[in-house]
């Protein structure tokens, strides 16, 4: 890779990561490749992994193989994801509770993908 190509490539990267710091669902995760050898261990198969992988000893994985070929390995149990309701509370001054009298709608008032909100039948 020349210089020029790498430069714009930097370039391109910090316009993507400009864009998607407001959105960082959005930024692709880094990834990286490591060259490793499957062996016998026992009666089993074994991967050697690497160590700066950053995965501690003793974690429990799933390994993924769709149609015979090998895809990757996932953490068992992936902790799930907690929402921080600190963050955004207070955060929408401008909302007020409904009223009881507009929390109740007609039968049939409402009908998904109809536009209008009549009944087609």
Known sequence: ?????????DRHRFALNRVLGSAPWLKPSDKTRHKVKVFKSGNSLAVRIPAGTRLVAGTEMELVVEDGQFLCYEPANQPKRKFNIAKVAGSATGLHPIAPENRLFEDGAFVPGSGDGADDA
């Open 1 to 9: 890779m020349t210089k020029r190509d790498e430069v714009n490539e």
